[in-house]
């Protein structure tokens, strides 16, 4: 009988020892400094081009040993005041964190280096999804070469340079640093969140720099493709998105 009250009152000890561990670990976690970032609240989810209201946002504590330099992307919940009252850029969802990246200032001008300069390359909207890519981005053109053609029986003369061509191959001209999208000068989010109107986006500005000569040789390749015609047929390839 002594014996299975000893296994009682040993028993009951285990579970005291794990309660008071559990209790000291608690407290001890309510003493670990936090950074409070600045985060979407539950049941409030945010459309893009909706306007960010307070109510929509809450703050996401995480503990500052984990933090590391995240404060440099994500927002402080001390600093929702930079956001509310602006038009949200994307789409977000409860838990989500708002980004710095998000609501940049776009540049009010186009910048440029003495030794640079700005070309207004005309592609073709059907092989161009200027949404995709953004200013700082790295691309080339792809230009369909053509093999002349003998001309089929009764097509008029006037119809004979569209008739008398085939695309035997294409060539890629670049790599070129996206200096402006038509008027955008900014990324797409970006210039959504500061309500910026864009236009005539399909004219890729691309920045040559008079100091690396392979570059210039590359602009002069494609600004003469494009006066001898062809410049209906070009499109872009994205060979690298700018680092933010």
């Given at each position: 009988?002594?014996?299975?009250?000893?296994?009682?009152?040993?028993g009951l000890l285990g579970v005291l020892g794990v309660a008071l561990n559990w209790i000291y670990l608690q407290g001890k976690t309510k003493d670990v400094a936090t950074i409070r970032f600045l985060g979407i609240k539950a049941g409030t989810p945010l459309e893009a081009g909706q306007v960010i209201r307070e109510e929509h946002l809450e703050a996401v504590p995480v503990p500052a040993l984990h933090a590391g330099n995240l404060k440099d992307y994500v927002y402080l919940y001390d600093e929702r005041g930079t956001v509310v009252?602006?038009?949200?850029?994307?789409?977000?969802?409860?838990?989500?964190?708002?980004?710095?990246?998000?609501?940049?200032?776009?540049?009010?001008?186009l910048k440029l280096a003495p030794h640079e300069k700005l070309i207004w390359i005309p592609v073709?909207?059907?092989?161009?999804?200027?949404?995709?890519?953004?200013?700082?981005?790295?691309?080339?053109?792809?230009?369909?070469?053509?093999?002349?053609?003998?001309?089929?029986?009764?097509?008029?003369?006037?119809?004979?340079?569209?008739?008398?061509?085939?695309?035997?191959?294409?060539?890629?001209?670049?790599?070129?640093?996206?200096?402006?999208?038509?008027?955008?000068?900014?990324s797409r989010d970006v210039a959504r969140g500061n309500r910026l109107?864009?236009?005539?986006?399909?004219?890729?500005?691309?920045?040559?720099?008079?100091?690396?000569?392979?570059?210039?040789?590359?602009a002069t390749n494609?600004?003469?493709?494009?006066?001898?015609?062809?410049?209906?047929d070009i499109s872009v390839a994205l060979l690298e998105k700018r680092k933010l």
């Open positions: 009988m002594k014996g299975m009250q000893g296994l009682i009152v040993a009252g602006i038009t949200a850029t994307r789409r977000y969802q409860a838990g989500d964190l708002m980004y710095r990246q998000d609501y940049r200032t776009p540049p009010a001008e073709n909207s059907s092989g161009f999804v200027p949404e995709l890519v953004d200013p700082g981005d790295r691309i080339e053109f792809v230009i369909p070469v053509y093999e002349s053609q003998p001309l089929p029986a009764g097509i008029e003369e006037g119809m004979a340079a569209a008739s008398a061509r085939r695309v035997v191959r294409t060539e890629s001209i670049g790599p070129f640093r996206v200096g402006s999208l038509g008027s955008r000068l900014a109107s864009t236009s005539q986006e399909r004219l890729v500005g691309i920045v040559v720099s008079q100091n690396d000569q392979r570059e210039v040789d590359n494609l600004q003469a493709r494009i006066l001898s015609g062809d410049f209906r």
